[in-house]
């Protein structure tokens, strides 16, 4: 399946099983309804697309990864309460059930809501000058994706400290605190994501698919009850990985000293 896009502000490229979305929106890759939109459109295929099984999310220019929602589109008639589209604000916030793994490369600024929509990725690789912050706090408002992901994250006290302040952190403080997973020269971030990918594209897609599933559901669950969920079959991804070849095939592998194939089914 080819995903495609019919926006100057999303350039896309597919290689051997790896979705690269690019936000190109100069100067500071900001957000308006429409673009929010379309990389909805985006990554709902990329989710439901059986032949893509890793994503990466990164933007164009050096100096920024995205301000977050676009103030000037704002002041032209974009309503913040307006349609974001399918997946929420950038596509990704309120996207259900995508059980494959999305990769984030920031560069630059990258702040409100650009923070949050990296936050929405499972993985983030930041550039050395990289720099993020919450500064919602200072126009009045509330930065809400980030108010209820972002302690669930990062330590307590660390998280609150960020909301409340709206101060900057740069790329050593996020990986820190754990948002970040490394920090890599900014000439080398796009080889680095594509590294990864390739990493993980070689992995098991139905483990993968359960892995996000089990972490999705276990979130306001106890141990116990989520565990037996597990154990019973309850959950859709968990059933198919039971059932699959490739839970033999990974079986069949370890015993026979050699690498597995996965098929996805």
């Known amino acids: 399946m080819s995903i495609t896009s019919s926006s100057e502000s999303l350039e896309l490229k597919s290689e ?3 979705l690269e979305v690019t936000l190109n929106r100069p100067k500071a890759n900001a957000i308006d309804l429409a673009t929010s939109r379309e990389m909805g459109d985006v990554f709902m295929a990329f989710r439901d697309d059986p032949e893509h099984r890793v994503a990466i999310l990164r933007a164009a220019g050096d100096r920024f990864f995205s301000a977050g929602w676009d103030l000037k589109a704002a002041a ?9 589209g399918i997946g929420g604000f950038g596509g990704l916030q309120e996207l259900g059930f995508v059980d494959k793994p999305i990769i984030c490369a920031v560069n630059g600024i990258c702040c409100g809501g650009g ?19 919450l500064p919602e706090i200072r126009s009045g408002t509330v930065a809400d994706a980030a108010s209820i992901k972002l302690p ?4 307590y006290h660390v998280a609150m400290d960020l909301l409340l302040t709206g101060r900057w952190f740069d790329a050593d403080e996020a990986q ?16 680095a994501a594509w590294e990864l990918a390739r990493h993980l594209v ?7 698919a359960a892995i996000k599933e089990v972490v999705r559901e276990a979130e306001d669950m106890r141990f116990q009850d989520m565990l037996s969920r597990i154990t019973k079959r309850q959950l859709r991804t968990v059933d198919t990985l039971y059932s699959s070849e490739d839970q033999l095939e990974g079986a069949k592998a370890f015993a026979e000293k050699r690498d597995p194939v996965w098929k996805g089914r």
């Open 152 to 155: 669930k994250r990062i330590p």
């Open 202 to 208: 070689s992995g098991p897609p139905l483990v993968y």
């Open 76 to 84: 032209d008639g974009d309503a913040v309460d307006g349609d974001y």
């Open 16 to 18: 051997d099983g790896i």
């Open 176 to 191: 820190r605190w754990g948002m970040v997973k490394e920090i890599i020269e900014p000439e080398n971030l796009q080889a």
């Open 115 to 133: 923070l949050e929509l990296a936050l929405s990725c499972d993985l983030i690789l930041a550039s050395n000058n990289a720099s993020f912050a």
